[in-house]
């Protein structure tokens, strides 16, 4: 027979022991134990103490489950306690809540019609160039940064359009929705 535990109500503990919060910080950030612990911790407390689990919990435990048993990931990769094999994931050497150079990805997809791959290739191009090698960016941080901060730019470029008193053309419309926001829609 297995022993009960006492698991404490998330409620009763410091602040950052907010689960909520902890699924945010992994589905932005990427892997973090302490993060998975929160989750973890929350949900046996309401297993223990016949409490509903939150239902964001039960997604981000059904879909590391899958990503185990169909992406073939290990279970630390897929629960989020590590990372994959390979590169660690890390941010950007420009300082700023968004990266700078995701302007320029956003131009060249949104005003120049391009697909996503060539232009994060080229946005890497430009951001290199003339930088000592330790400063460089490769494609995958790009695109580590573009799905983190699509909203953020794609507000940017909206912006700027409207300041400038320019009209979005059906092209542009069609690459925001491509590859920012299937359900974008243009105010008048």
């Known amino acids: 027979m297995t022993r009960k535990r006492e698991f404490k109500n998330y409620e009763e503990l410091p602040d950052l022991y907010d689960w909520a919060m902890a699924l945010d910080h992994l589905n932005q950030l990427g892997p973090d134990i302490d993060e998975v612990k929160i989750i973890i911790h929350h949900f046996c407390y309401c297993i223990e103490n016949n409490q509903p689990i939150p ?4 997604d981000y435990l059904k879909d590391s489950f899958a990503e185990f048993l169909f992406d073939n990931k290990s279970l630390e990769a897929a629960l989020k306690i590590k990372g994959l094999k390979g590169r660690p994931r890390r941010v950007a050497p420009d300082s700023g809540l968004s990266p700078g150079y995701l302007l320029t990805l956003a131009d060249f997809i949104i005003r120049e019609g391009k697909n996503k791959d060539n232009a994060i290739y080229d946005t890497a ?3 290199n160039e003339g930088r000592p090698e330790t400063e460089h960016i490769g494609k995958q ?3 580590d940064n573009f799905k983190i901060y699509k909203f953020d730019v794609l507000t940017t470029f909206l912006l700027s359009k409207q300041h400038f008193d320019e ?3 059906k092209a542009e419309i069609a690459q925001i929705r491509k590859y920012f926001d299937p359900d974008f829609s243009p105010k008048n």
Not at 55 to 58: A, C, N, R, S, V
């Open 55 to 58: 239902p964001g919990i039960l």
């Open 125 to 127: 191009q430009i951001y």
């Open 141 to 143: 941080t790009i695109e």
């Open 167 to 169: 009209a979005i053309t």
